[in-house]
């Protein structure tokens, strides 16, 4: 029983840095605006390639990250104040742009792979926090992680059109703002417990 709680609790503490670096919410005015002129059948397979697309490099980058570090010389705790500095950036750079409608673009072939798969599944805050919640958990935790993490995207991308209509896009866009924020603070964390690593 201890041993089950223990292991739902490791999953929850992998599972949620993850969520809220690769922001379900903040990807779906992005992808509304990209797709919304688009046929029912175009949409669906815009939306197949962009979760391939992201599932693909995700799992890349965890199972070789590691081989990759070796190779270059980097420590866990080099990347774990690397990587913060980048999510900081970035979570400070959404939440003092300027709000602005989600730009439209025509649809075009392809862009289920680039730009939705990546950068705005599969982007630099997922990929990072997805290293780091491997060295901090284990892999087995990572990977059941981004998992479900792919399995939410997907469930929210394909109900785009009901979310926008409940929480409108102005909506959505508020809500990454506050995903952006507790990116911040993970973004913090992960600084901290480089510097940490480093000193001890």
């Keep these: 029983m201890d041993l089950t709680i223990e292991s739902l609790k490791i999953f929850i503490l992998a599972f949620l840095p993850l969520l809220v670096a690769m922001e379900p919410i903040g990807v779906l005015p992005v992808y509304f605006s990209m797709t ?8 669906r397979e815009v939306l197949l390639y962009s979760i391939l697309t992201a599932t693909a490099i995700t799992l890349a980058f965890l199972l070789v990250g590691r081989l990759i570090f070796f190779v270059l010389g980097i420590t866990i705790s080099d990347f774990q104040i690397a990587g913060g500095l980048i999510l900081l950036s970035i979570a400070i750079t959404d939440i003092v742009q300027t709000a602005r409608g989600a730009p ?10 680039v730009p939705i798969g990546t950068p705005l599944i599969a982007g630099p805050a997922a990929l990072t ?37 409940y929480i409108g896009e102005n909506g959505a866009r508020g809500i990454s703002k506050v995903i952006s924020l507790l990116l911040a603070a993970i973004a913090v964390m992960m600084i901290k417990r480089g510097i940490e690593a480093f000193l001890g």
């Design 129 to 165: 926090t997805l290293l780091m919640v491997s060295d901090l958990y284990g892999f087995i935790p990572a990977l059941a992680s981004l998992i479900v993490n792919l399995i939410i995207m997907w469930a929210t991308l394909l109900g785009a059109d009901t979310i926008v209509k």
């Design 36 to 43: 919304r002129e688009m046929a029912p059948r175009e949409r």
């Design 104 to 113: 439209v673009a025509r649809p075009v072939s392809g862009i289920g792979i």
